[in-house]
T-cell receptor
Framework: GAVVSQHPSWVICKSGTSVKIECRSLDFQATTMFWYRQFPKQSLMLMATSNEGSKATYEQGVEKDKFLINHASLTLSTLTVTSAHPEDSSFYIC????????????FGPGTRLTVL | AQSVTQPDIHITVSEGASLELRCNYSYGATPYLFWYVQSPGQGLQLLLKYFSGDTLVQGIKGFEAEFKRSQSSFNLRKPSVHWSDAAEYFCALGGGADGLTFGKGTHLIIQP
């Protein structure tokens, strides 16, 4: 149980285009989903917290107009990287918190974005 | 502000030897602590977690960790490592309604 999927697992796009990454909780309802970014050989940095039906909360230094987050249902959150540039290339990982169960998050397998 | 420190960037251990990965944290209240493992290009797998209660926590793959409040530490241990344990290990703090704060990670190398 508690499986989180991400799609796509990897994507290559041209500079200036937008890319959407999906995060789904497959067998549970997630009231809260989180988006992290990981640069090569570095740690994960929290980008934003996404609650179903409300606006995402972004961490300091994360551009909300660049990284659009939508949490339209209890099983789906999307991250759209708008007008992507090479510096946006990274590994993006989502996690989901089980509704009614505190303090544990389940992580997706990650999406590797490469912007040419 | 909360923080997690993993002092060792790289650790090399011989196969079959014991392992200890260090993690220190800074937090104003009782922390929720986690250890995750990440293989190259992969997502995170939870090894174990501490929320409350017994300070010695057992996890998967033979790992355990001990929470020491007096030392603000949550070190990960394994009595005998296997070549398949080579990976990146992350200690993390937080949870609930908040995202996790991760340490910088420790890269574990297993020597034959």
């Amino acid at each position: 149980g508690a499986v989180v999927s991400q799609h796509p697992s990897w994507v290559i796009c041209k500079s200036g285009t937008s890319v959407k990454i999906e995060c789904r909780s497959l067998d549970f309802q997630a009231t809260t989903m989180f988006w992290y970014r990981q640069f090569p050989k570095q740690s994960l940095m929290l980008m934003a917290t996404s609650n179903e039906g409300s606006k995402a909360t972004y961490e300091q230094g994360v551009e909300k107009d660049k990284f659009l987050i939508n949490h339209a249902s209890l099983t789906l959150s999307t991250l759209t990287v708008t007008s992507a540039h090479p510096e946006d290339s990274s590994f993006y990982i989502c996690s989901a918190r089980v509704a009614g169960v505190t303090n544990e998050q389940f992580f997706g397998p990650g999406t590797r974005l490469t912007v040419l | 502000a909360q923080s997690v420190t993993q002092p060792d960037i790289h650790i090399t251990v011989s196969e079959g030897a014991s392992l200890e990965l260090r993690c220190n944290y800074s937090y104003g209240a009782t922390p929720y602590l986690f250890w995750y493992v990440q293989s190259p290009g992969q997502g995170l797998q939870l090894l174990l977690k501490y929320f409350s209660g017994d300070t010695l926590v057992q996890g998967i793959k033979g790992f355990e960790a001990e929470f020491k409040r007096s030392q603000s530490s949550f070190n990960l241990r394994k009595p005998s490592v296997h070549w398949s344990d080579a990976a990146e290990y992350f200690c993390a703090l937080g949870g609930g309604a908040d995202g996790l704060t991760f340490g910088k990670g420790t890269h574990l190398i297993i020597q034959p």
